[in-house]
């Protein structure tokens, strides 16, 4: 065995020292990423002594005193949780504890700047007992700051695409959902699909706003989709803002409907316009 690399079942004490002559790297993180990410993170930077992780690029520490666990072998995954990432997530950092334990660095930003926090292995969070639990914060001033105006800028940019929109301001469907008159109008028309949320909010990929002559009426086209299903899950719309009225077909589960009870015209349109839009004119 390699006395350098001891792992024990018995809290954070039997688990360190894994440091040893016998350990190879099998991968290491990537210049850019190590100047992002890298460096000293503490549940207290302040304090000397307090629970560390140190982040380079053949290794990651966890730090509790004079003892130590080493994770090597590491990766960088900026997908770790898909399409589902948490707010402010960054990047996942993994690695091995001697090449048979997986552990989780979680690499994610606020409002006080950036800090990781532990996943991975079951039997290695145990023996970490209440550090796994721990968030570890940069120690880096300058890393802290240009993250906190970072997240400070994204929250301010998400609360500007929540604002209300004036009413004939809209210039894309994101946009026109937040129009109160149209909202109110939509809400209405869509009935039962409100409960279909990509639907209700338009917030997946759509065409620049148009305008459209039907049966001698002026209507402003809007057409949008479900985001990462276009093909499947898409929508037209027509809506005449003097008499707030919206028409629209909705097509969802391998069917087209409609919504807003339109006149034969305006449905014939809406037909043509959703072959345009959504099937290349087929």
């Not at 072998?73 to 690695?95: E, I």
């Not at 929250?155 to 301001?169: D, E, H, K």
């Given at each position: ?205 759509g065409v620049e706003l148009s305008q459209a002559q039907v049966a001698g009426e002026r209507y402003q086209l809007a057409a949008f989709c479900k985001q990462h ?54």
């Open positions: 065995m390699d006395k350098g690399c001891l792992f024990r079942t018995v809290g954070l004490a039997g688990l360190l020292l894994c440091l040893g002559s016998g350990a190879t790297a099998q991968g290491r993180l990537e210049a850019d990423v190590l100047k992002l990410y890298g460096g000293v993170y503490a549940v207290d930077c302040a304090q000397p002594q307090s629970p560390r992780v140190r982040v380079g690029a053949d290794a990651i520490l966890v730090e509790q005193g004079d003892r130590r666990l080493t994770a090597q072998s590491l990766q960088a995954s900026h997908s770790f949780f898909g399409q589902s990432a948490p707010p402010g997530f960054f990047v996942a950092l993994m690695g091995m504890i001697q090449g048979r334990h997986d552990i989780v660095f979680l690499v994610q930003g606020d409002a006080r700047g950036q800090y990781l926090a532990l996943d991975g292995n079951p039997t290695v969070l145990a023996n970490l007992g209440g550090l796994a639990k721990s968030t570890f914060r940069s120690c880096d001033a300058a890393i802290n700051q240009r993250v906190a105006g970072e997240m400070k800028a994204e929250q301010q940019a998400q609360a500007a695409a929540r604002a209300p929109v004036a009413s004939g301001t809209a210039k894309w469907p994101s946009e026109l959902i937040r129009d109160a008159r149209f909202k109110t109008a939509y809400g209405r028309t869509l009935g039962p699909l409100a409960g279909q949320a990509w639907l209700a909010r338009m917030d997946g990929p299903d276009c093909g499947d899950h898409n929508a037209v719309l027509l809506y005449d803002a003097p008499r707030a009225r919206v028409y629209g077909l909705v097509h969802m589960a391998g069917r087209n409907q409609f919504i807003g009870s339109p006149p034969q015209p305006v449905a014939a349109e809406l037909n043509r316009l959703w072959r345009r839009e959504w099937r290349q004119g087929r």
